[in-house]
T-cell receptor
Framework: ETGVTQTPRHLVMGMTNKKSLKCEQHLGHNAMYWYKQSAKKPLELMFV???????ENNSVPSRFSPECPNSSHLFLHLHTLQPEDSALYLC??????????????FGDGTRLSIL | KQEVTQIPAALSVPEGENLVLNCSFT??????LQWFRQDPGKGLTSLLL?????REQTSGRLNASLDKSSGRSTLYIAASQPGDSATYLC??????????FGAGTTVTVRA
């Protein structure tokens, strides 16, 4: 496989459930990102990891918990979510944080629906 | 804080017509600007990246211009095809690693 792969593609969960989103990149990149895309709104950056260390938490509620066990994998653990958390969650990677003119590469996202 | 605006929010054109998509940003101190395409239910595909020192970038039927001083970029798609139907997003890199995105322009090309 190549590129950035996200699983599952769709997820429906109740507000009291616990679930995890997974992202895997096969590009040899060192930086990984989580974004939230709500309908008709710009993408919102949630978390940034560089070499497995979190460098950004963009005021995200604690019911979202990221994990980066190695530079190829990124998880987003979900717990006690709210209906307004229903959105498309996108993972991206880039070569590293410091190289300015390298594009970010995105996965196809996980469509999350909270009942 | 960088604000990115894309107008119009939606656009419908007949096949063969040229497309003009606009992006504006409030802070002209940018490193680069990137145009993405997003198909329904899919992630983002990078189309063009214009560095701050460049005025334009071209790839096939796509041409993107950048006027940093006025805070504007325009994406031109020549001779549109139904396969060009998608949402087009622009994103600005102002500092460190963060991208500021616009809300996108949804394009429909009618056959």
């Amino acid at each position: 496989e190549t590129g950035v792969t996200q699983t599952p593609r769709h997820l429906v969960m109740g507000m009291t459930n616990k679930k995890s989103l997974k992202c895997e990149q096969h590009l040899g990149h060192n930086a990984m990102y989580w974004y939230k895309q709500s309908a008709k709104k710009p993408l919102e950056l949630m978390f940034v990891y560089s070499l497995e260390e979190r460098v950004e938490n963009n005021s995200v509620p604690s019911r979202f918990s990221p994990e980066c066990p190695n530079s190829s994998h990124l998880f987003l653990h979900l717990h006690t979510l709210q209906p307004e958390d229903s959105a498309l969650y996108l993972c991206a990677s880039s070569q590293d944080l410091g190289t300015i003119n390298q594009p970010q590469h995105f996965g196809d996202g996980t469509r999350l629906s909270i009942l | 804080k960088q604000e990115v605006t894309q107008i119009p929010a939606a656009l419908s054109v007949p096949e063969g017509e040229n497309l003009v998509l606009n992006c504006s940003f409030t802070d002209s101190a940018i490193y680069n600007l990137q145009w993405f395409r997003q198909d329904p239910g899919k992630g983002l595909t990078s189309l063009l990246l214009i560095q701050s020192s460049q005025r334009e970038q071209t790839s096939g039927r796509l041409n993107a211009s950048l006027d940093k001083s006025s805070g504007r970029s325009t994406l031109y798609i020549a001779a549109s095809q139904p396969g060009d139907s998608a949402t087009y997003l622009c994103a600005v890199r102002s500092n460190d690693y963060k991208l500021s995105f616009g809300a996108g322009t949804t394009v429909t090309v009618r056959a």
